[in-house]
């Protein structure tokens, strides 16, 4: 059975791009057959695993506005099993280009449902904002990943995503469930981490996940080599613990 995850919190900087790319390429690596959707204008995810944004022909762009067949913009990564959608700049006019087509919160889910049959995992790395790209990818979503970076105001906003998931939930997609809440760039050497962990764990109870991603030097280094951490360093901590969570992701099936 293939699942699509968004993985998704307007703040930026909290581990969506890392998460997704990591996430992948260790499921990857378990045998799984996995498509990254950067759906973020930035471009992050494209660029982190290996692809210049010049040598793109489709982008996500192309399909949520122009309905190019997602098939023609699969891209091939350094990982068997991993493939991209990539994300250009091109991507930046989208929200405001979406606002007066007809069904435009519905267009990637009926775009990734083409070639979902393809794949176990579908994960989208959504922008850092709640407008109408991501609304697109929690309604092409089973379920969602959200990142929290083990900081001051790490709960800040949550209220709001939430919210956006339960209006996504009543009027668009009735099936959309919280995949799992994970702890991102936890530093032991502070007491502040360990709040956070505990706060976010009466408030998520049993959906957090009991990988946290500790701060790694390898995991900021790897996107600027257009790797993920699988093949940048395989025996760092950074890939470890992501392996870790891909497995506890798979235990979810
Ligand atoms: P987002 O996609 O939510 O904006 P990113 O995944 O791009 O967040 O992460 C923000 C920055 O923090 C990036 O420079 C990234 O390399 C770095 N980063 C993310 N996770 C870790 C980590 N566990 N350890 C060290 N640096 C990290
Ligand atoms: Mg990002």
């Known amino acids: 059975m293939s699942k699509i995850i968004a993985i998704t919190n307007q703040k930026g900087g909290v581990g969506k791009t890392t998460t997704s790319v990591n996430l992948g390429a260790s499921l990857a690596a378990l045998g799984k057959r996995v498509l990254l959707v950067d759906i973020d204008p930035q471009g992050n995810t494209t660029s982190g695993i290996g692809i210049n944004k010049a040598d793109v ?68 790395d959504c922008p850092p904002s709640l407008g109408i ?35 996504v939930q009543k009027h668009l997609n009735t099936s959309l469930q919280i995949e799992g809440v994970l702890l991102t760039m936890f530093d032991a050497r502070t007491n ?6 505990e706060e976010v764990k009466k408030y998520f109870q049993q959906k957090v996940y009991q990988t ?23 025996r760092s901590k950074g890939a470890e613990v992501y392996m870790e969570l891909a497995k506890e992701v798979i235990t979810y099936e």
Do not use: W
């Not at 502040?192 to 962990?197: A, D, F, K, N, R």
């Open 57 to 124: 022909t489709y982008c996500i762009y192309d399909i949520i506005i122009n309905d190019v067949h997602p098939k023609d913009a699969i891209c091939d990564t350094n990982i068997e099993n991993l493939k991209v959608i990539p994300a250009t700049i091109q991507l930046a006019g989208a929200e405001i280009e979406l606002v007066p087509t007809i069904s435009r919160e519905v267009r990637l889910k009926k775009s990734l449902s083409l070639v979902k049959h393809m794949f176990d995992y579908i994960l989208i």
């Open 133 to 167: 790209l991501t609304v697109n990818s929690l309604t092409a979503a089973d379920s969602v990943i959200i990142p929290i970076q083990c900081e001051y105001y790490a709960l800040e906003g949550l209220s709001q995503l939430l919210n956006t998931v339960r209006l």
């Open 192 to 197: 502040l981490g360990i709040q956070v962990i």
């Open 212 to 234: 946290i991603i500790p701060r790694n030097v390898r995991l900021s280094e790897a996107p600027s080599h257009g790797q993920s951490i699988i093949t940048y360093d395989s």
